[in-house]
């Protein structure tokens, strides 16, 4: 898992077409949107950093979102993710059960999902 | 091959403005990163992006509409959108929020299992199984030496459950990984076991200490005698000294249980109660007479009870 510098960070999404200045991902970090590895006086992003500051970029540029409520979309995005992984794992749970119970519990969800 | 004005869903004179404000509206509607788990909008996303890309600019959008470039044009590199790295596990460190909300709808099922992960410290892909209860009655002699149980388990299967020398009552023992399976491949949970001890017939027992109420004959008592006494482990021999009385105490040091703590024996402690023969006979009954005219006493007057 490759990790970026500051400056890495900013070339490899400008390479992918995105306009972003370094000061401006220093500030995504400053107010917390953005939480690279901090080291010896650095920062250090790992991919998934990097498509978040893509995102941010995009929310901002692309669909003029302003500064006050990016970090509204990004908590409930946060929450999305979150929920998403807790559904994931939910999934894993119910496929270990024994297949009478899994049928159960199909049903169920089937009654109150209505598909 | 698409008409790049379709794909922004704008008509062929629209304005750079209504451009604009067409391709924000799709991109709100269409970011990928918005719409975890739907596979179409990525596609769809990349369309109005090179669309876009081509007609903001006054020039291409020109030579686009005289025919001189198609809408092939050039395309942005693939990139990997944040999405694909949340859902495969990455940037777990943002989603400290479900923690708190999965709490509230789960904190009855699976003893709460929300509770132990915080918020903005990441979380466990991977949940331990759910503990387990159990309580199993021993014999006293079992949980002072130490025995071998076999008990069975909620789901039918049968453990052997080590009850070590020295067991206290209501103890609680810990079978590790015998608890529920866990999810998602992690470790199953724990069994606990709680110890009871029956009571035993003669012996009983405070910490590592036995205690046990001995009777012996007037002439053992009066004699001295060596006698044998139980013991956990079995009969030991044991001095009575001459003039023993009922409620005297003698202590078998380190013949009692283990002390789990220290790991040495507690001792025994024998109470002495003087026993009468069933029926006095005619003998003693004369002896006690001439006795009592030179030795009377008074253990009711010493004791201070008149």
Redesign the interface.
Known sequence: MPLFSLVEVVAAIR???LQVQQVEVESFVQQSWV?PLREEGGYFF????K??I??IV??RC???VNDEAVPVI??L??????????L??IR??VR?LPPDWRDAFEKRLVGSLGE | MSDLYSTLEVSRDASAEDIKRA??KL??KL?P??N??DKTVEQRFKEINHAY?LLSDPEKRKRYDAGEIDDSGQE??S?????????A???????????E??EDIFSDLFGGFGRSRRAGGG?T?H?RGADVSYSVHIDFLEAAKGARKRIQLADGKTVDVTVPPGTRDRQTLRLKGQGL?G??GAGAGDAYVEVHIEPHRFFTRKDSDIHLELPVALNEAVLGATISVPTIEGPVSMKVPSGANSGTTLRLKGRGALDQKSGERGDQYVKLKVVLPDQPDAELQRFMESWAKEHAYDPRKKAGLV
């Open positions: 390479e992918e077409g939480i790992d991919e998934a950093d498509a978040r893509e995102l995009e929310l692309d669909m003029a990004l908590n995005l946060d929450q999305l993710y979150g929920l998403r992984r807790t994931g794992e894993e749970a270990e | 391709y924000r991109a709100k970011h990163d918005l975890p788990g890309a942005r590199p990139r990997g959108f944040y999405r694909s790295y949340a859902d596990g990455m940037g777990a460190k943002y989603h400290g929020f479900d923690a909300a999965a979380r892909p949940q399976p999810l998602g």
